[in-house]
């Protein structure tokens, strides 16, 4: 067989399907006419269903924040965190443990984060898990994951009792706590050499350009990081103090950051579309309704051939 032969018989197969498929859906048509007021039935009972589960106080939201990760690898953090999925690891004083034995609050999970440009800033959130770690473009950052649970609408105060708890879970690890440590330290050592640096630049920086004679030649102008003594031109260091600044500004912002292994960059919100939105789960159980109340109008039609099979076993 070659590859012409195979593309026909995959294109009659296809045909066959499609009008197996034509010939079933005139079918559940005819049921429906025929039986109307049995599919109308269960169509419904489906709309009603339908109602009930996405009333306002029952619509499950989904609550998303960003945790930056002081010290702890990302291997380390889900460990600690694998823990929270399970009510038989919680310790009884933790709320959380009767929020979720309750289902109250369901649903932990984490999304990595991805960083395309490479600048340690955060793009977009990985929450259909697709990202290889092996890319190098959509790279998952290592110090910043996505946390997510999902709650009910009347249960939304508890978002606040939700944080705190998962942040005191976390932040209590000792395994997170040495990462911590060795982190502080290896920070708080880079924050200040960086700060020396700037004050051992700038005194340099000042002493040449303001202090040094040059051959008791004067300094007659300066454009674009250039400066002219007589007839000689010297680059000036303004790039090199912008990106060490640049980084010291940085090395700054993340100690300030580092007040525990786990901090959160925001606080829990809310995404603004419930997970079960009454328009898509009313299409749905519509449509199941038309398909349930197809098959029981068969059921009801096909009695007596059903009867007599029935009989016919025994």
Not at 51 to 56: E, Q
Not at 215 to 220: A, H, I, S, V
């Amino acid at each position: 067989m070659n590859f012409f032969d195979l593309c026909v018989v995959c294109g009659r197969a296809i045909g066959r399907f499609l009008a197996a498929f034509g010939r079933l859906l005139a079918h559940m048509v005819r049921m429906t006419y025929r039986y109307w007021w049995i599919v109308l039935t269960v169509m419904v009972i489906g709309a009603a269903a339908v109602l009930y589960y996405t009333r306002h106080g029952n619509q499950t939201f989904k609550v998303n924040a960003i945790a930056v990760l002081n010290g702890p690898s990302i291997t380390q953090f889900e460990q600690a965190f694998t823990t929270l999925r399970s009510t038989m690891m919680l310790p009884d004083e933790l709320p959380l443990k009767e929020l979720m034995v309750t289902r109250k609050v369901r649903g932990l999970e984490t999304y990595r984060v991805i960083d395309c440009l490479g600048d340690s800033t955060a793009d977009y959130i990985d929450f259909k898990k697709a990202v290889s770690l092996k890319d190098t473009v959509d790279v998952p950052m290592k110090d910043r994951l996505c946390l997510q649970f999902l709650i009910k609408e009347r249960d939304k105060e508890l978002i606040p009792l939700v944080e705190q708890d998962i942040l005191t879970w976390l932040n209590s690890n000792d395994m997170m706590q040495t990462a911590y440590a060795a982190y502080l330290k290896s920070v708080l050592s880079e924050v200040q050499f960086n700060h020396s640096q700037m004050q051992k630049l700038d005194s340099l920086t000042t002493h040449y350009y303001f202090h040094a004679h040059h051959g008791e030649q004067p300094l007659t102008g300066i454009a674009s990081g250039v400066v002219w003594v007589g007839d000689w031109s010297v680059h000036l260091f303004l790039n090199e103090i912008y990106k060490h600044q640049q980084r010291t500004d940085w090395m700054d912002q993340r100690i300030q950051l580092a007040t525990a292994p786990v901090v959160l960059e925001n606080h829990f919100a809310v995404a603004p579309k419930p997970v079960n939105g009454r328009n898509k789960f009313l299409f749905l159980f519509l449509l199941l309704g038309w398909i349930g109340g197809c098959v029981l109008a068969e059921i009801v039609d096909k009695r007596k051939a059903l009867t007599a099979w029935l009989n016919a076993l025994q």
